[in-house]
């Protein structure tokens, strides 16, 4: 980052390349929405690039980032009803679970993959939302507890215990494939 806003143009390709992905799905599991996460992954990026000639190294590129994402989400949230309900057999939810690994499976393993995943993507959704932000930015983001905190502007104790919760409810409804 420290290069691009130096003004090698280049850098910028970079940092889109390596966080693009982490970044769009945060956004997706957070609105569940492809239109919305789209036009809320474009305005990060557009925050980025504006914001670019003050750009000081006081964390982790990552935490900066996703404090960009979390604050463009927050934006979004107070914009829209926060009671929006939308349901995980959209086509971008059935996309997510299509992609290949790389290695055939017999077909009652890939069924039980299938019906594993959906079931984890559901949990997920159904998390209150700072725990569901908590455990997409570890998860997605590759963030320490430090850095949620960070990102989301909370205790470190705060942000733990966010994560924790997350985790408990999610292997406790993923029991029955432990």
């Known amino acids: 980052m420290q290069l691009y806003r130096d003004g090698d143009a280049g850098a910028f390709d ?6 693009k992905g982490g970044v769009y799905r945060y956004l997706l599991r957070q609105c569940r929405e492809a239109a919305v996460a ?3 992954f474009q305005d990060v990026w557009m925050n980025l690039i504006r914001a670019r ?3 000081t190294v006081q964390a982790k590129f990552t935490t900066y980032l996703y404090r960009l994402a979390h604050n463009r989400m ?3 949230y107070r ?9 995980l057999e959209e086509e971008e939810g059935e996309a997510a679970l299509d992609l290949p690994d790389g290695r055939e499976r017999p077909a009652d393993e890939a069924l039980d993959a299938r019906r594993q ?3 984890l993507l559901e949990l997920i959704a159904g998390l209150p939302e700072a725990q569901r932000e908590a455990f997409l ?3 997605e983001g590759g963030m320490s507890v430090e850095e949620i905190a960070q990102a989301t502007g909370v205790t470190r104790e705060t942000a733990k215990s966010r994560l924790r919760y997350a985790m408990s409810k999610l292997k406790s409804g993923m029991g029955v494939w432990r």
């Not at 970079?14 to 966080?19: A, D, E, K």
């Open 14 to 19: 970079v940092l889109y390349t390596r966080h």
């Open 38 to 40: 789209e036009e809320l």
């Open 53 to 55: 000639a003050g750009y």
């Open 74 to 76: 927050v934006d979004h």
């Open 79 to 87: 914009k829209t009803s926060p009671a929006v309900a939308v349901s």
């Open 117 to 119: 995943a959906a079931r």
């Open 137 to 139: 930015l570890q998860q």
